[in-house]
C-alpha cells in the first residue's frame, strides 16, 4: 500500500477532482436511468454500474484520514 504524505493544497485538489467526477457519475446514471425507463435502453444501470458508491466511500476515507491526521487542539476553560 502506498503511504504518502500529501499536502493540503494536494488533498483539496483530490478532493475536489473527486466532487466533480461524482457529479459527472451521477447525472451519468440519471440519464441511463430515464432512457431505461422510457424506454431506450434495455439495461437497467444501479449506482455501483456507475461507480458512485466507490467514490463516496473513497471522500469518506479522505475525510477520516485528514480529522486523524489534525493536531488535536487545545481546549481553554
Known amino acids: 500500500m502506498m503511504r504518502e504524505a500529501f499536502?493540503?493544497?494536494e488533498v483539496?485538489?483530490?478532493?475536489q477532482g473527486?466532487?466533480?467526477?461524482?457529479?459527472?457519475?451521477?447525472?451519468?446514471?440519471?440519464?441511463?436511468?430515464?432512457?431505461?425507463?422510457?424506454?431506450g435502453s434495455e439495461i437497467?444501470?444501479?449506482?455501483?454500474?456507475f461507480g458512485i458508491p466507490q467514490i463516496i466511500a473513497l471522500q469518506g476515507k479522505i475525510d477520516r484520514a485528514l480529522v486523524l491526521d489534525e493536531p488535536e487542539s487545545e481546549v481553554s476553560a
Do not use: M, Q, V
Open 7 to 9: 499536502s493540503e493544497s
Open 12 to 15: 483539496n485538489l483530490i478532493a
Open 44 to 49: 437497467a444501470y444501479t449506482e455501483s454500474d
Open 18 to 39: 473527486l466532487d466533480l467526477l461524482l457529479a459527472d457519475k451521477r447525472e451519468a446514471h440519471r440519464w441511463a436511468d430515464e432512457s431505461y425507463r422510457y424506454g
